[in-house]
C-alpha cells in the first residue's frame, strides 16, 4: 500500500504517472507503415490521421489507439475472452467461466475467417499498429495501470494485438444491449407470486395511443406463424425459481463494459430535413445513454486518406471504439449518421432435460456439444473448465432437483420424473455475423442506398440507424438477426425439449423497418416502438415506453407550429432537455389533496414547479425523493425482493396508469391506515420531507437536485478495487447533474440503491449537413486514458453543463484547430 500512495506524492510520482504519456509531436518512426502519416491534435486532444493509402491510415489508427488507450484496450481483451484471472488473480475466475460458456472469443475467431481480404487486411494493419506501439514501450511505459498492477502480477507483459481482440469487443457490445433477457427471468419469477393480471401491470404493453413510434405507417410484412407457447413459469417448483435467481446473480457480476443492464440503457437520435432548418439542409443529433466510465467508452477521431479515391475512400471523423478500426457514430463527406439500440427480443432462454452429457429433444436423448478449456489464474492454480452446449446453445446454469408440473400445454410433460434441468441461452449474438464488414461499409458510404447496403451487414447488436445526407436526404434503418420464434413471443422461457419451440430462421433485412424522406420532415428514435400495434415483424415486447421520444417530438413540433427554424445550437437545448413526465403525470392527484404536516410542506413547495430536473432545483429534489418513496414504500414490498421497483420509463408507466386507480390493491399498505391512492401519495409525501431533511438540511433554500444527483466516473477495473488510494488514482468526481430517468438529458438513477447516477449521455454530437465544420460534439471524459493527464477528463465540465466543442472535420479546419502535429513515418 506505502507503494500506491508513493505514486501521487513527490518527484517519482509524477515522474511514475507522465511516463507513459505519449508523444504527440515531432516524427516517430512507426514499423509497417508504406509512407509518412500526419496525426494532428487539437486542444482536447483528438487526434486527425491522415495517410496515403488505407492500409496507413488504419495501422496509424492502431497505433493512435495504442498511445492513448492500450490498459483499456487490454482490459478489454481479457474480458471479452475470458481471461481476466490472468490479471487479476482467482477472485475473476467465475467471470472468465460465464464469458468461455458464451464463446465470445471463439465466435469472434470465426467472423474474422469470414472476412473477407480487404477487411481483413484493415483490421490486421490496424493490430500490427498497436503492436508497432508495444515494440516501444512496456509496463509503467504504457499506462499507469500497468505500475498499480505490477504490485500484485509482477512479470505480466502484453500480448501482441490481433484482429480477434477487436472483433470480440463487439461481442461484449452486443452482450450490454441484449435487450430484455432480465425481464425475461423477472417475468418468470414474478409469476410464482402474483397473478397474471399483476404480471401485466408491471410489464404493460408500450402506449401507441399515447406516445410515438419511429415509422408512422405500419409494415405490411406478414407476421410470421407462432406455434405452442411460453412456459407459464407459474407452475413450476421452487428449483426453477433458484435457478433463475442463480443466473440473474451472474449476470449482475458480469463486467459492465457499457453499463450494468437497466431502465435507462438507451439513446436518443433524431433528424430534421432541411425544410425545418434555418440553413436548408439536415441536422442529425444523437447521445447514447450508457454506464459511465473512465476512460469514456468512446474515442473521438478522425480518418482522412490524404486523397479520396475508391482505393482509399476514407474521410470520416466521429466516435471509435479503442481497440477497433473505423469509426462507428459520425460523419463523412457526404452522410451522417446515428445509433440508439433498437432493443430486439435476441436471447432466449430455455428450459433442458438434461442427463449426463445428453439432452432430451422429441423423446430423443441428443449429444451436447461439449468442449474443455483452462482458466490461467495469476498467482493461484490452472482451473480446468467444462462447457456444454445445447441445440440451442450454451448451458449457463445447473438445476437440480424434481419440478412437477412444467406446462399444462404440454401434456406429456405435465408429471415430470426426478432429474436435471438447466438453462440453456439462444443469442444472436452467438452465431457468426457480418458486423465487422459493416463498419467500414458506412464508413465509406455516400447515400441512401449504399448506406443501406453497410446496414445489411450489421447483424448483432441491432440499432436504430438514422441518416442524414448534404443532399438533403433523411433516413432511418432497422437491421439486425431478429429472430423468428415458432413459439411464444420471447418474453418467457421456453421448453427445450421440442423442437417446435426453437427458431425458425431470422427476419429478412428488406422485411425490416425503413424511412426515407417521410412528409413530417424529421425522424425520432429514443428506444421507442418502431412501428405501430399490431404491425410485423414482431420485433419485442418490452419496448422502452417512449417518454423521451414523445418530449422530443413536443419540441420539434413546437419550433414547426411556431415557424422556427433548427440551428445546431437548438438541437443541442433538445438534449439537455430537463422535463421529467411522471412529475407532470403526478401533479394534478398531488395538488388535488388536502394533507397536514410535512406532506402539505411537501406540496407547497411543489407548487408552481415546471416539473424540470435541473441541477439547482429544490423542488425536482424534493420530487426525485417522494418518486422513490413512493415506489419502496408502496409496491416494492408486494414484489420479490430480488426485483425491487427501478424506477424509469417502466414505472412511471406502472404508476401512471394506477394513478386513474385510486381503490386498487396495488396502492394499500404497508400499514393499515393506507389503503387507498390518496392514502399512498400522503405518507410518501411525509416521508419524503424527513428524507430531504435528513440529506440536505432543514433549509429548503438549500436544496438541489445536483447534491445528491451525482456521478463519480469510475475506472472500469483499479476504479472498482475497493481500495481508496487505488480508487483515488483513477475515479473522477463527483460531479452534481441535472436530468433524470426517462428524461430527454438522461442521466439515470437506480431508485433501490439512491440518488447516484447511473447511466448518462455518454457522448453528444450534432451534425450539421450544410457545413460539417458548424458541428459540435462532447465526450464524457476525454481523449487520454492516462490517469492525471490533462486530457483525461477535460470534457467532462463541458459534457456536466450540456455544453458542447466546435467539430472540425475538412482539412483547414482542422488544421486551425490544431496543437500538437506528430509525423509517423516508415
Given at each position: 500500500m506505502f507503494v500506491v500512495v508513493v505514486l501521487v506524492g513527490g518527484g517519482l510520482g509524477i515522474w511514475t504517472v507522465q511516463r507513459s504519456f505519449p508523444q504527440v509531436s515531432g516524427t516517430l518512426t512507426v514499423q509497417g507503415l508504406d509512407g509518412d502519416v500526419s496525426v494532428q491534435r487539437d486542444d482536447a486532444g483528438i487526434p486527425t490521421i491522415e495517410a496515403g493509402n488505407a492500409h496507413d491510415l488504419f495501422l496509424a489508427q492502431g497505433f493512435v489507439h495504442a498511445q492513448d488507450r492500450f490498459w483499456e484496450m487490454d482490459f478489454r481483451r481479457h474480458v471479452t475472452s475470458g481471461r481476466l484471472s490472468e490479471l487479476f488473480g482467482e477472485s475473476q475466475v467465475g467471470t472468465d467461466t460465464f464469458v468461455r460458456t458464451l464463446g465470445w472469443r471463439a465466435v469472434a475467431e470465426q467472423e474474422v475467417k469470414l472476412l473477407d481480404a480487404e477487411t481483413l487486411g484493415w483490421y490486421q494493419a490496424y493490430a500490427d499498429g498497436v503492436n508497432a506501439y508495444l515494440s516501444q514501450r512496456s509496463g509503467a511505459d504504457l499506462s499507469l495501470e500497468y505500475a498499480v498492477l505490477g504490485l500484485q502480477n509482477p512479470g505480466y507483459e502484453p500480448e501482441k494485438w490481433t484482429p480477434a481482440d477487436s472483433v470480440a469487443w463487439l461481442k461484449a457490445m452486443a452482450w450490454d444491449l441484449r435487450s430484455n433477457l432480465e425481464d425475461e427471468i423477472d417475468r418468470a419469477l414474478l409469476a410464482m407470486e402474483l397473478t397474471p393480471e399483476q404480471v401485466a401491470q408491471i410489464y404493460p404493453p408500450y402506449p401507441y395511443a399515447a406516445n410515438p413510434t419511429i415509422v408512422p405507417s405500419p409494415s405490411?410484412?406478414?407476421?410470421?406463424?407462432?406455434?405452442?407457447?411460453?412456459?407459464?413459469?407459474?407452475?413450476?417448483?421452487?428449483?426453477?425459481?433458484?435457478?433463475?435467481?442463480?443466473?440473474?446473480?451472474?449476470?449482475?457480476?458480469?463486467?459492465?463494459?457499457?453499463?450494468?443492464?437497466?431502465?435507462?440503457?438507451?439513446?436518443?437520435?433524431?433528424?430534421?430535413?432541411?425544410?425545418?432548418?434555418?440553413?436548408?439542409?439536415?441536422?442529425?443529433?444523437?447521445?447514447?445513454?450508457?454506464?459511465p466510465a473512465l476512460p469514456s467508452v468512446w474515442y473521438q477521431m478522425g480518418l482522412r486518406c490524404s486523397t479520396v479515391s475508391a482505393e482509399c475512400p476514407f474521410a470520416v471523423t466521429g466516435f471509435s471504439f479503442s481497440g477497433m478500426p473505423g469509426i462507428i457514430i459520425g460523419h463523412n463527406d457526404r452522410i451522417a449518421w446515428g445509433f440508439t439500440n433498437l432493443g430486439p427480443d435476441v436471447a432466449d432462454l430455455y428450459l433442458e432435460k438434461v442427463s449426463g452429457d445428453t439432452v432430451e429433444l422429441?423423446?430423443?436423448?441428443?449429444?451436447?456439444?461439449?468442449?474443455?478449456?483452462?482458466?490461467?489464474?495469476?498467482?493461484?492454480?490452472?482451473?480446468?473448465?467444462?462447457?456444454?452446449?445445447?441445440?440451442?446453445?450454451?448451458?449457463v446454469t445447473g438445476i437440480?432437483?424434481?419440478?412437477?408440473?412444467i406446462a399444462a400445454d404440454y401434456p406429456a410433460t405435465a408429471e415430470l420424473p426426478e432429474g436435471r434441468y438447466e438453462l440453456s441461452l439462444q443469442w444472436t449474438a452467438l452465431t457468426p455475423g457480418r458486423t465487422p464488414g459493416a463498419i467500414f461499409a458506412v464508413n465509406r458510404a455516400t447515400d441512401w442506398e449504399s448506406f443501406r447496403a453497410g446496414a445489411r451487414l450489421f447483424d448483432v447488436p441491432s440499432q436504430n440507424l438514422v441518416y442524414a445526407d448534404i443532399e438533403g436526404n433523411i433516413g432511418y434503418q432497422a437491421p439486425g438477426l431478429i429472430p423468428i420464434r415458432q413459439s411464444g413471443d420471447g418474453t418467457l422461457p421456453q421448453p427445450g425439449w421440442f423442437a417446435s419451440t426453437g427458431w425458425a430462421g431470422y427476419v429478412d433485412f428488406d422485411s425490416l423497418p425503413s424511412l426515407y424522406n417521410p412528409p413530417s420532415g424529421y425522424i425520432v428514435t429514443a428506444n421507442n416502438a418502431v412501428a405501430p400495434e399490431g404491425a410485423a415483424p414482431l420485433l419485442t415486447r418490452d419496448w422502452d415506453a417512449g417518454y423521451r421520444a414523445s418530449r422530443i417530438v413536443e419540441l420539434i413540433e413546437q419550433s414547426i407550429a411556431s415557424g422556427g427554424r433548427f440551428t445546431a445550437d437548438d438541437m443541442s437545448s433538445i438534449q439537455a432537455d430537463n422535463a421529467n413526465a411522471i412529475a407532470e403525470r403526478i401533479a394534478p392527484f398531488i395538488a388535488d389533496l388536502a394533507p397536514s404536516g410535512n406532506a402539505r410542506l411537501g406540496k407547497q413547495l411543489l407548487d408552481g414547479w415546471d416539473f424540470h430536473d435541473d441541477a439547482n432545483s429544490a423542488q425536482s429534489a424534493y420530487f426525485n425523493i417522494f418518486w422513490r418513496n413512493l415506489l419502496e414504500g408502496t409496491f416494492a414490498p408486494k414484489l420479490p425482493d430480488d426485483i425491487p421497483p427501478a424506477g424509469g420509463?417502466?414505472?412511471?408507466?406502472?404508476?401512471?396508469?394506477?394513478?386513474?386507480?385510486?381503490?386498487?390493491?396495488?396502492w394499500a399498505g404497508p400499514?393499515?391506515?393506507?389503503?387507498?391512492?390518496?392514502?399512498?401519495?400522503?405518507?410518501?409525501?411525509?416521508?419524503?420531507?424527513?428524507?430531504?431533511?435528513?440529506?440536505?438540511?432543514?433549509?429548503?433554500?438549500?436544496?438541489?437536485?445536483?447534491?445528491?444527483?451525482?456521478?463519480?466516473?469510475?475506472?472500469?477495473?483499479?476504479?472498482?478495487?475497493?481500495?481508496?488510494?487505488?480508487?483515488?488514482?483513477?475515479?473522477?468526481?463527483?460531479?452534481?447533474?441535472?436530468?433524470?430517468?426517462?428524461?430527454?438529458?438522461?442521466?439515470?438513477?437506480?431508485?433501490?440503491?439512491?440518488?447516484?447516477?447511473?447511466?448518462?449521455?455518454?457522448?453528444?454530437?450534432?451534425?450539421?449537413?450544410?457545413?460539417?465544420?458548424?458541428?459540435?460534439?462532447?465526450?464524457?471524459?476525454?481523449?487520454?486514458?492516462?490517469?492525471?493527464?490533462?486530457?483525461?477528463?477535460?470534457?467532462?465540465?463541458?459534457?456536466?453543463?450540456?455544453?458542447?466543442?466546435?467539430?472540425?472535420?475538412?482539412?483547414?479546419?482542422?488544421?486551425?484547430?490544431?496543437?500538437?502535429?506528430?509525423?509517423?513515418?516508415?
Open positions: 405490411a410484412v406478414p407476421a410470421p406463424a407462432s406455434v405452442g407457447s411460453a412456459i407459464p413459469m407459474a407452475t413450476t417448483t421452487d428449483g426453477t425459481v433458484d435457478s433463475l435467481l442463480e443466473l440473474r446473480g451472474v449476470l449482475q457480476k458480469m463486467p459492465e463494459l457499457l453499463g450494468r443492464a437497466g431502465p435507462d440503457i438507451g439513446s436518443n437520435s433524431w433528424v430534421v430535413s432541411g425544410e425545418h432548418t434555418a440553413s436548408g439542409k439536415p441536422l442529425l443529433a444523437n447521445d447514447p445513454h450508457l454506464g422429441d423423446g430423443v436423448a441428443t449429444p451436447l456439444t461439449v468442449r474443455e478449456e483452462t482458466v490461467k489464474v495469476a498467482g493461484g492454480d490452472d482451473v480446468p473448465i467444462r462447457i456444454r452446449s445445447a441445440s440451442h446453445g450454451p448451458l437440480s432437483g424434481e419440478f412437477g408440473d420509463s417502466q414505472w412511471f408507466q406502472v404508476v401512471g396508469a394506477l394513478l386513474d386507480e385510486p381503490d386498487s390493491e396495488w400499514e393499515d391506515s393506507i389503503v387507498t391512492r390518496d392514502d399512498a401519495l400522503t405518507l410518501a409525501l411525509s416521508k419524503a420531507w424527513t428524507e430531504a431533511v435528513q440529506l440536505m438540511g432543514a433549509d429548503q433554500g438549500d436544496w438541489t437536485w445536483g447534491e445528491l444527483h451525482t456521478l463519480t466516473i469510475r475506472n472500469a477495473s483499479f476504479g472498482e478495487s475497493g481500495i481508496a488510494p487505488i480508487e483515488m488514482l483513477f475515479n473522477r468526481g463527483p460531479y452534481e447533474l441535472a436530468g433524470g430517468s426517462s428524461v430527454v438529458n438522461a442521466v439515470g438513477w437506480y431508485a433501490p440503491e439512491g440518488y447516484v447516477v447511473d447511466w448518462v449521455p455518454s457522448m453528444r454530437q450534432v451534425v450539421d449537413l450544410a457545413d460539417f465544420d458548424s458541428s459540435t460534439w462532447i465526450n464524457l471524459t476525454g481523449a487520454s486514458g492516462h490517469a492525471f493527464h490533462a486530457n483525461y477528463v477535460d470534457q467532462t465540465p463541458l459534457w456536466q453543463k450540456q455544453k458542447t466543442r466546435p467539430w472540425p472535420s475538412t482539412p483547414d479546419a482542422v488544421t486551425e484547430a490544431t496543437r500538437d502535429t506528430l509525423t509517423l513515418e516508415p
